[in-house]
């Protein structure tokens, strides 16, 4: 079992900037490749970044790119998600997820383990 628990959310007006982050509890997180996903309201989960568990892979969502920073720190069990340049299309819910694997993937099917989400508001 991982433990995953995330922190950072909270309001923020649009152009400014949160640093989210989760820490895993449990199995070896260096093992585990992560994720992060956010949901809005009516909306499905939809993958944000994710990065391999050696760090040395990056994936950004489109929608994210140029502005979002995703970044693990292996000895503290840590995963961040720098987000700059906020916009009220960011706000979500937004959740980080481990993954068994080498690899992350973009499917949150695919992920083994969950936190409990931060939300995250941001207003125009």
């Known amino acids: 079992q991982v433990q995953l628990v995330e922190s950072g959310g909270g309001l923020v007006q649009a152009g400014g900037s949160l640093r989210l982050s989760c820490a895993a509890s449990?199995?070896?997180?260096?093992?585990?490749?992560m994720g992060w996903f956010r949901q809005a309201p009516g909306k499905e989960r939809e993958i944000v970044a994710a990065?391999?568990?050696?760090?040395?892979?990056?994936y950004y969502a489109d929608s994210v790119k140029g502005r979002f920073t995703i970044s693990r720190d292996n000895a503290k069990n840590t995963v961040y998600l720098q987000m700059n340049s906020l916009n009220a299309e960011d706000t979500a819910v937004y959740y980080c997820?481990?993954?068994?694997?080498?690899?992350?993937?973009?499917?949150?099917?695919?992920?083994?383990?969950w936190g409990q989400g931060t939300q995250v508001t941001v207003s125009s």
């Open positions: 997820a481990a993954r068994n694997s080498i690899w992350y993937a973009t499917n949150a099917r695919e992920y083994d383990y």
């Open positions: 990065i391999r568990r050696t760090g040395d892979r990056l």
């Open positions: 449990g199995r070896t997180f260096s093992n585990y490749a």
